[in-house]
């Protein structure tokens, strides 16, 4: 199995992390993909990555809640020279999150914008980051529309109609624990939306699947997010899992 989407970096792990990522290699979680947030971060999240070759590997771009008035530009320079430097196999996580703040929506717009322009240029996918933003998100996409525009809608959270819209642009969808939430809704559609065009996550340390939900996610629970699109789709395990691998792999290209 692959963690499309895992934050094994941040400081909920710094404790007990190595312990964490074998925890999940011994269920056979065999590659993790880490999406980057901002410069704070950068050294942490690619430092892991040379502890775990090929197991662990980065992603780069700026997350929309550290979009600031005072340092979006100089975050959007240090991304491009990283881009120049080095190979990444996706950029991300980019988007607008409108949640937590609405007023730097303008700035949040060009940020996503730019770095959709450096991933077609690259030909890299997107993974992209929407929270109360689904109408936003889609415009720019729809504005930036382009043969290799392509990626991932992380942590899916929408509607049938949005999920469509979604793979028209695209796109596949990032499935992680909030399908197995009570109120989380997607696991109500979800089955209409082919097994081709979704890839397994996490998002750890947060938003953890049921029976853990509240407690700090990991990677390892990454087989309860499979063993509920089990229920779902009426398939094997090993089917769901060889399925969503093979999907993450030809996103990300390794």
Wanted: glycine share 6%.
């Amino acid at each position: 199995m692959i963690d499309t989407h895992t934050h094994l970096y941040a400081e909920e792990f710094d404790e007990d992390r190595k312990e964490t990522i074998q925890r999940s290699l011994d269920k056979g979680i065999n590659k993790f993909y880490l999406p980057a947030i901002d410069s704070e971060s950068h050294e942490k999240m690619l430092q892991l990555e040379t502890y775990y070759p090929g197991q662990i590997i980065s992603m780069m771009g700026l997350h929309p809640c550290y979009v600031k008035p005072e340092s979006w530009e100089n975050e959007l320079e240090i991304v491009k020279n990283y881009l120049d430097q080095r190979t990444f196999p996706a950029i991300g996580e980019i988007g607008i999150d409108l949640y937590w703040d609405k007023t730097t929506l303008d700035i949040q717009v060009k940020a996503f914008e730019q770095q959709i322009d450096w991933a077609i240029e690259k030909d890299l996918p997107i993974v992209i980051h929407t929270r109360e933003s689904f109408d936003e998100t889609f415009e720019v996409l729809e504005r930036k529309k382009h043969p290799k525009l392509r990626g991932i809608f992380h942590c899916f959270s929408g509607d049938l109609e949005q999920a469509k819209h979604a793979i028209d642009l695209n796109f596949i969808l990032g499935i992680g624990g909030v399908v197995t939430f009570k109120n989380g809704k997607i696991d109500q559609f979800l089955n209409e939306i082919p097994l081709d065009k979704i890839v397994l996550e996490t998002d750890s340390p947060y938003l953890a699947p049921v029976p853990h939900r509240g407690k700090r996610n990991e990677s390892s629970y990454l087989d309860l997010v499979a063993g509920k699109l089990v229920d779902i789709y009426g398939k094997d395990f090993s089917e769901i899992d060889r399925i969503t691998t093979e999907n993450a792999v030809t996103i990300f290209g390794n």
